[in-house]
Every structure is written in structure tokens, then in C-alpha cells.
């Protein structure tokens, strides 16, 4: 067999962005018609197929008729080397010039990287020098440093149909200065700077955002130790879930010495807000402490703990001929439900004996039984938190599986 010469008048690449434009030659005897001229407002074929067009001679410059086995191999390489994928067709040839598609589903072609064609006809070796792969408009947008920039919504969408595939990567290698993998802003107050959904129908299951820092994967998701993401904003994070059973945030930590959950700022600390009657905070084991300095390191003072819901005031009064009458701080009164039985527990500051009595809604007064009659004293009102007077011991039954028996 004669040997074959080709002359690729375009090779059109869009690498899943493909678009049957650019440098022609002319059409093939194969290639659809109309595909090159689209309506406006329609949508290209974005299949991943690499259409190329050329014109086949023999080695004396006649062009060439008939069908031809021709295997189409891409590298990333100009010459020598290992092709990425190959597709081999069977091509129809008329008057030198023909019309093919190949799929530029290859799994080596990541990051943009410069590739080459290289061409096999029948039993002939490849021909030289392969021909340079360049973008065709479409593809040409999501070049390095590319702005994407529409009026309509969205204006990316990136979508993976693979059950263990990424829709999107994006990573900054710069081994100084500060790397950003992905930067969300938005221009609206009301708008987000970024929105992630997860599809998964299982609760437990998949993840919505995953932050990984470099050496760690999903399966890390109880030993994480590291920053897996950071929120800046007039609100940070948002944890939203509609289901009766989860978790808005979840904050896990395989460290002894590690935190599951740590805020920190020149404001307020935590805000809870939840209906009456609902669980506000909830910590299963360990200790509610407050931190405070002092000369010899910081220390932790314990909160007490109660079977019933209380509230508690303080306060000081003195005897006046053996009496006093003590008001209930009206504020106070409003936290509280005083219609229900609430103690006072009163303690003397010299030689006296008193009691309580008359326990109003308003006021109480204490009484000298023996002893000085101008005695001061302190005392402490507790009573039943309104809207939680009925509440003492509930049980925990969602947390059943992770409380320690005593």
C-alpha cells in the first residue's frame, strides 16, 4: 500500500466543551448539516466529542477516495511518549477530504494541559509531526484566568452523574503567600456567596460541603484536626436541617486534647434560641464551666445542676421591729411563675431566729422568732421557670445511644 500523506485542516477541540467551528478547510461528505449554525439562545452539543476535519492524499499529493480505518491518539506530548486514549474509525473518503469525530473522554486530560493528535491510517505508522490541540470558543472561556460572566442563572453549572466523581475541583498550588482553593462573594446582602445541596436520601449519608485539609478525606471525618473550612461574613455559617431527626451542625474530634466545637470573638460567644419546652443546651457528660484567671493559672468554676427547672434571685433586707417586708423584683417576677410554690431560704447576720411567711406573687415577709429585733439578713428566692414548671427528669431518648450508664 502506498503510503498516506494528511493534511488536518481543523482540529476542533472543546475537551467536553466541543463546538464544530474554527479554521475549516471544508465540510466532509460525512459531517451533519446545519450542526455548525445554532438558533440563538440554543444550547451547543457538549458531549465531549472532538470533531476533525482534513484532507488525505497518497504519498504522490493525489487525493484519495473510499474508506479508511484511521486511529486518532492524543497525548500530552509532541512527540515519543504514551497516547492519553485513542478511538479508531471507519472514515469515508471522497476527493481527499473527510469528516470525523472522535471522544474526548480521555482520563489523563486534566488541568488544561497542552495536548497533540496524533494519526494512524490502516497499517501505516503514525504520521509526523502531530498536530497541536487548541480551543475552540466554548472552550476557550474556561482557559486559565478565564472570567465567566452572564446575566442569566447560573452562571456555571458543573454536574457529576458518577456515584464516587467530583463535580468540581479546585485547589491553589502557591507554596507562599495565601492560597485560596475556591472564593465565594456576593454581591446582594441577601444573596450567598455560595450554596451547596446534598441529594442523598439517606440523613446519614453524603456531604453537602466536605473541607479537607491536605492529607485528610472524607473517611477522616471523626479524627479531623485541622481547619476543614473557614466562613467569614455578617453571618458565618448557617446550619439549617428540616428533618425531625438531625443535626443542624455536627462538630466531631478524635483528639483528647482537641475541641469538637470553638468560637471565638470580640463580641458575644453562642446565642440558643429554641420554642418553650424544647431542649436548649445539652451537654452528655463532661462539665458546664465558666473560666476565669487568677494568679496561679486559669481555673474552671462548675455550674450546679438541678432535677426541676429554676430560677433564682438574691438579696439582702434587715428587721425592723421584727418584720420585713421583702418585694419581688418585678422583672424577675415575670421569669417566674409565682403562682406555684417557690422557696426562700433566708440566712441571719447576727444573734436571731426568723421564719417565712406570707409568699405572694408581689412579696413575702420574714418574721423574728427570738432574738435581735433590727437583725440582717440575706436571702435567696427560687421559683419554677414559666412555661417549665411541669419539667423534672425527662428522659433523653434520642441520646439513649450515646449516654454512659452510671
Known amino acids: 500500500m502506498k503510503r498516506k500523506h494528511m493534511l488536518i485542516g481543523a482540529v476542533l477541540l472543546g475537551l467536553l466543551l466541543a463546538l464544530a467551528t474554527g479554521m475549516t478547510l471544508a465540510q466532509g461528505p460525512d459531517q451533519p448539516d446545519g450542526e455548525a449554525a445554532l438558533a440563538p439562545g440554543s444550547v451547543a452539543d457538549v458531549s465531549g466529542r472532538i470533531p476533525i476535519q482534513g484532507r488525505l492524499t497518497d504519498a504522490d499529493g493525489t487525493p484519495l477516495d473510499g474508506t479508511y480505518s484511521i486511529q486518532f491518539l492524543l497525548y500530552d506530548v509532541s512527540s515519543g511518549g504514551t497516547e492519553l486514549c485513542s478511538d479508531t474509525n471507519s472514515v469515508d473518503v471522497d476527493n481527499g477530504l473527510f469528516y470525523s469525530e472522535i471522544l474526548g473522554n480521555c482520563s489523563g486530560i486534566e488541568d488544561g494541559q497542552q495536548l497533540y493528535l496524533g494519526i494512524k491510517v490502516e497499517d501505516d505508522p503514525e504520521m509526523t509531526p502531530r498536530q497541536g490541540i487548541y480551543p475552540v470558543p466554548y472552550a476557550a472561556t474556561l482557559r486559565p484566568g478565564a472570567v465567566i460572566s452572564t446575566t442569566g442563572y447560573p452562571a456555571l453549572h458543573v454536574e457529576s452523574t458518577n456515584t464516587s466523581g467530583r463535580a468540581l475541583r ?121 473560666v476565669v484567671g487568677t494568679d496561679d493559672g486559669a481555673r474552671l468554676l462548675y455550674t450546679e445542676e438541678s ?52 409568699r405572694t406573687a408581689t412579696r413575702f415577709e420574714v418574721h423574728l422568732r427570738a432574738g435581735d429585733p433590727s437583725v440582717e439578713f440575706s436571702y435567696r428566692i427560687v421559683g419554677k421557670r414559666l412555661g417549665y414548671e411541669d419539667d423534672r427528669l425527662e428522659r433523653a431518648p434520642w441520646d439513649d445511644d450515646l449516654a454512659l450508664n452510671p
Open 170 to 290: 479546585a485547589y491553589a498550588t502557591a507554596t507562599s503567600g495565601t492560597n485560596y482553593g475556591v472564593v465565594g462573594a456576593s454581591g446582594s446582602p441577601d444573596g450567598f456567596a455560595g450554596y451547596f445541596y446534598n441529594t442523598s436520601a439517606s440523613p446519614n449519608t453524603g456531604f453537602a460541603v466536605a473541607g479537607l485539609h491536605p492529607g485528610y478525606s472524607v473517611s477522616d471525618i471523626t479524627s479531623w484536626s485541622h481547619p476543614a473550612g473557614y466562613f467569614a461574613g455578617r453571618i458565618g455559617v448557617i446550619g439549617y436541617t428540616k428533618d425531625s431527626a438531625g443535626t443542624a451542625m455536627l462538630g466531631l474530634i478524635n483528639d483528647a486534647d482537641g475541641w469538637a466545637g470553638m468560637f471565638t470573638g470580640i463580641g458575644n460567644g453562642v446565642r440558643i434560641s429554641v420554642p418553650v419546652g424544647k431542649q436548649g443546651l445539652e451537654v452528655i457528660d463532661g462539665t458546664k464551666n465558666a
Open 307 to 358: 432535677t426541676e427547672v429554676w430560677f433564682t434571685d438574691y438579696g439582702f433586707g434587715q428587721l425592723e421591729d421584727g418584720l420585713a417586708v421583702i418585694p419581688i423584683d418585678a422583672i424577675f417576677a415575670q421569669t417566674v411563675n409565682l403562682e406555684e410554690p417557690y422557696h426562700v431560704f433566708v440566712q441571719v447576720y447576727g444573734d436571731a431566729e426568723v421564719y417565712v411567711t406570707d
